[in-house]
């Protein structure tokens, strides 16, 4: 092999890198008072990718015991009737539940409405809502219906939370940065909720909707996950930008995150189980004021 030939091996491959598995040293610690959880968004398909998928968190939760899964919407695509919820959802994550791992979703642009009074996804009949989890407040948005309503209940759960929680992690459909081809950011979106994220201090959103996985550059503070490939998958539609710090979109994924103290650990994991992007988000301390 020629000099020519093998430097332009070596930049093609650091072109192509981010986009398929890689070995990263760092591993989630699985520490005994952490907060553990999982993330799984556009999942819905009822098709054997979803099944696989439920397969490997629960392979995954043998040495990794989370007790709670966030859904970031589209969780029934298609019909659905009480049969659909059965093979779209409780058979996919049917050992998860079993175990009594708690489900908590949103809402996306192909779930109906009703979905939210669906016992499994713990909505409890609401649109948005907020829980803790251990030194975690989650805020959970329907970002279908961005109604002056819920941005004035957002607003006050944000302040009502500002000493209250150690880490501030919100997630909702749509995304407000993403660098999928299909859909991309969504800006108008963004001009209403980013202001009250950077001034309460959000530290992560997760959303979906773009069929990849992707992790974006920290913007004013906040790292923000696209997850929007549990189930359904658009293959080689991401288009990296300046934002882009890491993507997969070579087959369905889905993410652990484990928080423990001041750090919050991901990996993010594809239908096969190998490992697709990992890291540490330290959580800075003091409130970030809006621009």
Request: aromatic share 12%; hydrophobic share 35%; with cysteine.
């Amino acid at each position: 092999m020629t000099v020519r030939r093998l430097v332009a091996g070596i930049i093609l491959l650091l072109t192509i890198g981010s986009s398929f598995p890689r070995a990263v040293n760092e591993a989630l610690p699985t520490r005994r008072d952490s907060l553990k959880f999982a993330v799984i968004g556009d999942n819905g398909s009822g098709d054997r990718p979803e099944y696989e998928v439920g397969q490997q968190l629960a392979a995954a939760r043998n040495t990794f015991p989370f007790e709670l899964v966030i859904m970031l919407g589209d969780n029934v695509y298609g019909r659905q009737n009480p049969q659909d919820f059965v093979t779209k959802f409780e058979q996919p994550y049917a050992q998860l539940l079993q175990q009594g791992v708690l489900f908590r979703a949103t809402l996306g642009n192909h779930d109906s409405q009703n979905n939210r009074f669906y016992p499994g996804f713990h909505m409890n009949g609401e649109r948005y809502y907020a829980y803790t989890a251990r030194n975690v407040r989650f805020f959970v948005l329907d970002s279908n219906q961005m109604d002056t309503q819920q941005v004035a209940w957002f607003d006050d759960a944000l302040k009502q939370s500002a000493d209250s929680a150690d880490w501030k992690i919100c997630y909702f459909h749509h995304p407000l940065y993403s660098d999928g081809g299909r859909h991309g950011s969504e800006v108008e979106l963004r001009v209403i909720l980013e202001p009250l994220l950077v001034k309460y201090g959000v530290n992560v959103v997760f959303s979906g909707h773009d069929h990849i996985y992707e992790r974006i550059k920290p913007q004013k503070g906040i790292t923000y996950f696209v997850n929007g490939s549990s189930g359904e998958l658009r293959k080689g539609d991401v288009r990296p930008s300046a934002f882009t710090a890491a993507y997969y979109d070579q087959d369905q994924a889905f993410t652990l995150v484990e928080i423990a103290g001041d750090d919050m650990f991901f990996e993010a994991r594809s239908r096969t189980g190998q490992l697709v992007d990992s890291g540490t988000i330290h959580r800075a301390t003091g409130r970030r004021e809006a621009p």
